[in-house]
Nanobody
């Protein structure tokens, strides 16, 4: 059974950095497209970043390009989200999610893909 566990959230001051971790068990990450999402209080969930199963394609929400970086450690079956220059509006619960990637889906990632498995989320609060 596929399980995703996020960690690394916390309280950080504006301008600071955090690295979120998504540890996946039950299958290899190179079989899945991985995405990071966030949901702020009273707002809809939004896609943040994705990484293809091949590890070669990354996409980001336009508003976050240059500040957030998604990466993967294949040996640890873990996906990371490095967040720099954090702003109060980045405050949200952050989730990682995956969907299986076959054939033409394997080398590309889709921020709006049909993500099937989700973690429980980790809270990020940006405040002075």
């Amino acid at each position: 059974q596929l399980e995703l566990v996020e960690s690394g959230g916390g309280l950080v001051k504006p301008g600071g950095s955090l690295r979120l971790t998504c540890y996946v068990t039950g299958s290899r990450l190179d079989r899945y497209t991985t995405g990071w999402f966030r949901q702020a209080p009273g707002k809809e969930r939004e896609a943040v970043a994705c990484l293809s199963a091949s590890g070669s394609d990354r996409n980001y929400a336009n508003s976050l390009k240059g500040r957030f970086t998604i990466s993967r450690d294949y040996a640890k079956n873990t996906v990371y989200l490095q967040m720099d220059s954090l702003k109060p509006e980045d405050t949200a619960v952050y989730y990682c999610a995956v969907y299986p990637a076959y054939g033409d889906d394997w080398p590309v990632c889709d921020l709006q893909g049909d993500y099937e498995n989700w973690g429980q989320g980790t809270q990020v609060t940006v405040s002075s």
